[in-house]
């Protein structure tokens, strides 16, 4: 029997040696179905009840990622933001989901403190703080003492390894550019005009993908990569960002590289045929978790697969070692299907 040793949870360590100072975990529980389970979700309003966590948990996630909007709290003070943290951290359903998982995350706007925010935003450096202690995050990690909240972790199964790469797409990301179409918010900036992720980041997931020996390499970005069209907050606001990106992809070599994002409040598959990169490349969006876009009527998105969901939803990835294949489920209240994608990866 498969099984995973757990070197952190939410509220302690069970090691001498901090989790955030190591950047690969062993695993020793069981996996159902031959399958190694990574749950995720974002936009979890702390004042409405997330009914999700118990059907969540019927599938034996092994993982849990916040993908941002974990608290709604557009905020000067801290104080409130803290608050707002507190309240989510004291749901007894939440915190019996985790008991036995590892937590990671990232954060968007309104976790951040500000809609729509990103490098502007004066206190960042406070906030980015309060969101690692709502992650249970070690005082002595990283994230701790540089600007950003990025980090990566390496899942260790069997000798098989599930990369988590996760980015932060707020402390460096430069102001965007208000749309001259009445019917959107924004519009790209000039090509190669301003950044996401800001020099530092962008060095650092150069050298995390490249270095990575793991069959799945797993990107977490709060805002989506590869939908662009519809005027709110994503990568496409600056394309060549978007480039830079995929290219890293392709020169890193990087294996089973695919994308997890959230911001939207609803759930869709996008997948793009990217030139010089041996399979498609997945952005698979799911939120939210307590509230959704229930008018939502259609947008454009030439990458899209099948429906776009609006009810309230979580995602899943279910890791086939054997077949180096992911299944990719959107579910939601009594753990029901709503939609799935499967992508088969080429082997090394």
Request: glycine letters at 6%; hydrophobic letters at 35%.
């Amino acid at each position: 029997m498969k099984k995973i040793i757990f070197l952190f949870s939410f509220l302690g360590f069970i090691s001498c040696k901090s989790f955030d100072q190591i950047s690969q975990i062993e695993t020793q529980k069981p996996i159902q179905n031959e399958y190694f389970t990574v749950a995720f979700g974002s936009c979890d309003d702390q004042k409405i009840k997330n009914e999700l966590w118990p059907a969540i948990d019927e599938n034996h996630p092994s993982v849990w990622i916040w993908g941002g909007d974990n608290v709604y709290s557009d905020t000067s003070d801290m104080h409130f933001l803290k608050n707002n943290y507190d309240i989510q951290k004291q749901d007894s359903d939440y915190l019996k989901f985790i008991k036995d998982k590892i937590v990671l995350g990232t954060w968007d706007d309104h976790d951040f403190g500000v809609n729509d925010g990103g490098a502007e935003y004066p206190f960042k450096r406070k906030s980015q703080q309060l969101l690692l202690d709502f992650l249970g995050t070690s005082k002595k990690a990283p994230e701790r003492k540089r600007d950003g909240i990025y980090t990566a972790k390496t899942i260790v199964v069997d000798g098989n390894k599930v990369k988590i790469i996760v980015l932060d797409s707020r402390f460096f990301r430069t102001a965007l550019t208000k749309a001259t179409d009445s019917k959107k918010r924004f519009q790209p900036n000039k090509y190669g005009e301003g950044t996401v992720l800001g020099k530092a980041q962008w060095n650092w997931l150069k050298k995390e993908l490249r270095n990575s020996d793991a069959q799945f390499n797993v990107i977490v970005s709060s805002i989506q990569f590869l939908s662009d069209k519809h005027g709110f907050e994503a990568w496409g606001n600056f394309p060549h960002e978007i480039e830079k990106l995929e290219q890293l992809i392709i020169s890193t070599k990087a294996q089973g590289t695919f994308i997890i994002s959230g911001d939207r409040h609803i759930a869709t598959f996008s997948a793009k045929n990217v030139a010089k990169l041996a399979y498609p490349l997945i952005d698979f969006t799911s939120n939210g978790l307590t509230h959704t876009y229930t008018t939502f009527s259609g947008e454009e998105n030439p990458y899209v697969k099948g429906a776009v969901i609006k009810d309230i939803n979580f995602g899943l990835l279910k890791f086939d070692f054997k077949h180096n294949k992911v299944i990719m489920e959107i579910r939601g209240k009594q753990n029901k299907l709503l939609q799935e994608y499967v992508q088969i990866y080429p082997g090394k």
